[in-house]
């Protein structure tokens, strides 16, 4: 069985002097100790680039996972506001989001930029969480599986396996709008996600890869999504923010396991 994965998104937000705090107060309200929670879930936290070396030594002595938000392909030079792999590596951080579609609205991220990291990340033994995802325009004229397919292609003719890919399922109508998918609709990308996958990489790989699901996840629908049998966690921007709602996601995925 794939262990779940809840990974908080924190987007723009957070800062230093808090998040010591916020991890006390998540530690508060799981009310179980974090060693045993991590043993049937895994917990991730996504930070900006500056509370990365303060999430590191917060959360040092347990096995919640620290990544970045975004990377760069090259290892140094002139790329003005870009961090590298190996720049990441030294604060012990060993996994990144990728292609996150706010980073391909915004900072016009393209399907080959994200092979490029994806294969990088990779070679360097990291572990990418590659989002995907249909906005509302493409889903409305019944090109969600297009996009996806394009989308994942992309990556998939650049690497050779799929190693320690997670990938995220993260419509864009569902992010930051409180209208998330239904465990239904949701479950059904997974699954074709998880089909393609199969085509290119076998059954075996297919069956270990980790789909979390994204888009205005939260407490109320934690549980009916995790009950999917294709959604193996989640990718949680707001209410992550929220130490109180993420513990409540955490145990969710905890009693489930
Ligand atoms: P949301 O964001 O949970 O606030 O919708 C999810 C994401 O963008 O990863």
Redesign the pocket.
């Known amino acids: 069985m794939r262990k779940q994965l809840l990974a908080g ?1 924190w ?1 723009m937000n957070g800062s230093v002097s808090t998040i010591e705090a916020y991890f006390s107060d998540f530690r508060e309200c799981l009310g179980l100790p974090i060693s045993d929670v991590l043993k049937k879930v895994d917990i991730c936290f996504a930070v900006p680039f500056t509370l990365l070396a303060k999430a590191k030594e917060v959360f040092k002595g347990t096995d919640v996972q620290v990544a970045a938000q975004n990377c760069h392909f090259e290892e140094k030079g002139a790329y003005t506001g870009e961090v590298s792999l190996g720049m990441l590596a030294e604060l012990g951080i060993n996994s990144s989001l990728v292609a ?3 980073r391909r609205q915004y900072y016009n991220e393209t399907d080959q930029s994200t092979s490029h990291k994806v294969k990088c990340m990779l070679d360097k033994g990291f572990i990418p969480i590659l989002c995907v995802g249909e906005t509302q325009a493409e889903r409305e004229q019944g090109l969600t599986n297009k996009v996806l397919e394009s989308q994942l292609s992309a990556v998939f003719a650049c690497i050779d396996k799929l190693d320690s890919v997670v990938i ?1 399922y ?1 419509p864009v109508w ?4 409180g209208l998330a998918a239904t465990p239904e609709l949701a479950d059904e990308a997974h699954r074709f996600i998880r089909e393609f996958a199969k085509k290119r990489f076998g059954g075996e790989a297919a069956a270990k890869l980790k789909i979390l699901y ?4 939260k407490p109320e629908n934690t549980d009916s999504l995790l009950a999917k049998e294709h959604i193996d966690g989640g ?5 992550s923010l929220k130490p109180s709602d993420f513990a409540s996601m955490v145990k969710s995925a905890y009693q489930r396991a």
């Open positions: 998104n987007k996150h579609s706010e995220a993260e569902a992010i930051g709008t994204g888009g205005s996840m990718l949680v921007g707001g209410a």
